[in-house]
């Protein structure tokens, strides 16, 4: 834990907070803080700052909150992915909220299998923790938004505009010669401050038709070279090669 | 499974192969494979090819295989990293191998616990089957050379440099302003085959002592912007901005 995240209602005017729980096992166990030492502190949504520790219980901490002005700029990068199986997708929340995305827009696509659909990993109270600790890891507050399509031509046509306002529009494509950097680079030229789309397919990739709905809607294709990645592997290098290169 | 791999006696000088067991499993069940297609193959450590397959029965199929005369060139890339919790390590292995790493050389250090040696996630039994499974994944016949090293000190002072001769010797520093793919460009220039050894340290960081003995080994530090992400991320980001770099 590298920033302490509070709710936005739980510091009042004074900049007084308790904080108990695990976060205040942590400080304690993990951290030993003392008092007068300071910790990074944010408002989930809200900005930073730093939290002087006043004094230190059994199980609680007493914090002295100073916050910056403003928020965090949100990520510029948006992740459309298909929908993983249950397990890759449990392990991908934190790391995607670690490495930085605004938007998780999940989809359905021909070789994604109905059933993944049914789990709980993708209910609000499973996967917001998760963020939260990937967050909690990066130091940010900017909570990723997420959605999830079970159309995706409707999604891709009709929705997907209003959600992201990306310039640069990827996909990964195993075949492709272009390379992750390059298509940011290029694709941002005079437009410095703008954002990314990246789509990355579901494990037998993409069929023809999501293909051409994708091309038809302004996605490059980008490779990563020779090496076939599974998709989980590929979505976490392909954030770091366009973090990298908007940095 | 992108390339069915063999073990380096498995095929005959007539070129013929009779695969049962799971590798075959997968070609009847999922792959779906009828007489006359073909699929790719490769011998660890030696050639990869195409293989014709010439039967299929209900648990077994018979393959004639072409190989190429040299095996792939291995990666360039040798990984230099503290040992990490056995739960991390066993994800680790498939997704190190399909990113491509010649040697994974794991360390101890201050902030590695003691009790992350004894786990057989660290025994050839468990972790080889793993790295295959990487090598499948990214179509590479190379096994990454895998060592096991207690003490940090000896293995940086006396060990490493006949282990890797990378060139380019960078560690992951979240506080450092240089880029992977900077360093790893300017690091090779005039030499643009030389290899690249890539450091991560434990999950809070080397020491002050560990840091000035790879300093004094020619280790550059290079950061990843303003997000801290867990080692395992970070390692991932950090392979695949080198080997992008290596492009």
Not at 66 to 79: C, H, I, N, T
Not at 215 to 237: E, K, S, V, W, Y
Request: charged share 25%; proline share 6%; with cysteine.
């Amino acid at each position: 834990m590298n920033i302490v995240l509070l709710e936005p209602g739980e510091l009042g005017a004074d900049r007084h907070l308790r904080l108990a729980g695990p976060r205040a096992a942590h400080l304690v166990n993990v951290l030993d803080v003392k008092p007068g030492q300071t910790v990074r502190v944010g408002v989930l949504e809200g900005p930073r700052g730093l939290a002087t520790v006043e004094s230190v219980g059994a199980t609680s901490v007493l914090l002295r909150c100073d916050l910056e002005a403003e928020p965090p700029a949100r990520p510029r990068v948006d992740l459309l992915l298909a929908l993983p199986r249950p397990k890759v997708m449990r392990r991908l929340w934190a790391q995607l909220a670690a490495l930085g995305v605004s938007r998780i827009v999940l989809t359905n696509a021909a070789r994604v299998e109905r059933p993944y659909f049914d789990t709980h990993v993708l209910a609000p109270e499973c996967y917001t923790p998760l963020l939260i600790e990937g967050l909690q890891q990066a130091r940010d507050t900017r909570l990723p938004q997420v959605s999830i399509h079970r159309q995706f031509k409707v999604l891709v046509e009709d929705e997907l505009d209003a959600m992201s306002d990306a310039v640069v529009r990827l996909v990964a494509d195993p075949g492709a010669d272009a390379r992750a950097g390059e298509a940011v680079r290029s694709g941002l030229e005079g437009n410095s401050g703008a954002r990314v789309l990246l789509a990355v397919g579901p494990e037998g990739g993409w069929n023809a038709f999501e293909l051409r709905l994708l091309d038809a809607h302004g996605f490059r294709h980008i490779g990563m070279g020779p090496r076939t990645l599974r998709t989980d592997t590929a979505c976490l290098a392909l954030l770091a090669l366009v973090h990298d290169a908007l940095a």
